[in-house]
């Protein structure tokens, strides 16, 4: 089993920034793909960023592309996730996700294993 939990969420300012990060515990962190995703209240979830297992590819959704950087350290198991240039709809709780591949997904169903999720909320 592997294990995640989410830290760095909390309040902040329209324009400001937040890193995110993800720490995985259990099973060899290098073998897993990472994938974040967020669901803010009455919307459904849908896909932020996801990394290949060495780091060597990222993906992003439109919406936070320029803003957002996914990375990860295979030393210390852990996944970022840096936000900046924050606005009101990237308020939402955070979840990070692994996949046993190589390849990165950008829908739920094909991560197996989450994180507990974290909260981003964005004043203006």
């Known amino acids: 089993q592997v294990q995640l939990v989410e830290s760095g969420g909390g309040l902040v300012q329209a324009g400001g920034s937040l890193r995110l990060s993800c720490a995985a515990s259990g099973r060899t962190f290098s073998n897993y793909a990472m994938g974040w995703f967020r669901q803010a209240p009455g919307k459904e979830r849908e896909f932020v960023s996801a990394i290949t297992r060495s780091g060597g590819r990222t993906y992003y959704t439109d919406s936070v592309k320029g803003r957002f950087t996914i990375s990860r350290d295979n030393a210390k198991n852990t996944v970022y996730l840096q936000m900046r240039s924050l606005n009101s709809e990237d308020t939402a709780v955070y979840y990070c996700?692994?996949?046993?591949?190589?390849?990165?997904?950008?829908?739920?169903?094909?991560?197996?294993?989450w994180g507990p999720g974290t909260q981003v909320t964005v004043s203006s």
């Open positions: 996700a692994a996949r046993f591949d190589n390849g990165v997904a950008t829908t739920g169903g094909r991560y197996d294993y």
